[in-house]
């Protein structure tokens, strides 16, 4: 069974640009959770989907968004970009919400804001 | 939110066993302890999970007390290819609190 994929792997972008992260679980899961990764802020929690609605939410200000597809595919979407937000953003996926599922984690996309 | 609490880094020579600690005080009744180890560039692979006494799976055991404040990951044997960050996660999944990681572990590995 494929991993959980993550496109791009690697962005460059420009402060005040905005840009879009796509997850896409592995077959069958339906939650999907985004995380950011700084050398600072180590694993910070940014949002949950499940059945394309946003059931958790991390502190992070408005500019992170994100939406999940009726196929479980999600996206996450940043905008007007801060230097601060160069990061690793994670995508885990997970069969449920609720209970004790573990989460799957994808390779991350590197965020670099020059 | 449970906050956990683990040291920055450990050494470990190949061959022997590993001991890492997590400190959750404020663990919550119906939260689960999860452990993760990260290489770099690469998102956290889950290791094991555990409620409360002990569990053991292929790859390492996890100790956790009576009272469940702290938790402990076993790796028996480490190698070289053990050198990774390891996460401690407190919570369970249905709420925020599942997603709420340690600062992590540097296991450093050496011959």
């Known amino acids: 069974k494929a991993g959980v994929t993550q496109t791009p792997r690697y962005l460059i972008k420009t402060r005040g640009q905005q840009v879009t992260l796509s997850c896409s679980p592995i077959s069958g899961h339906r939650s999907v959770s985004w995380y950011q990764q700084t050398p600072g802020q180590g694993l910070q929690f940014l949002f949950e989907?499940?059945?394309?609605?946003?059931?958790n939410k991390g502190n992070f200000p408005g500019r992170f968004s994100g939406r999940q597809f009726s196929n479980s595919r999600s996206e996450m979407n940043v905008s007007t970009l801060e230097l601060g937000d160069s990061a690793l953003y994670l995508c885990a996926s997970s069969p449920m919400f609720g209970g004790t599922d573990t989460q799957y984690f994808g390779p991350g996309t590197r965020l670099t804001v020059l | 939110l449970a906050k956990t609490t683990q040291p920055i880094s450990m050494d470990s020579y190949e061959g022997q066993e590993v001991n890492i600690t997590c400190s959750h005080n404020?663990?919550?009744?119906?939260?689960?302890i999860t452990w993760y180890q990260q290489f770099p560039s690469q998102g956290p692979r889950f290791i094991i999970q555990g409620y409360k006494t002990k569990v053991t799976n292929e790859v390492a055991s996890l100790f956790i007390p009576a009272d469940r404040k702290s938790s402990t990951l076993s790796l028996p044997r480490v190698s070289l290819s053990d050198t990774a960050v390891y996460y401690c996660l407190v919570g369970n999944t249905g709420t925020a609190s599942k997603l709420t990681f340690g600062t992590g572990t540097r296991l450093q590995v050496t011959l």
């Open positions: 404020n663990i919550a009744t119906n939260d689960y």
């Open positions: 989907y499940f059945s394309e609605t946003q059931r």
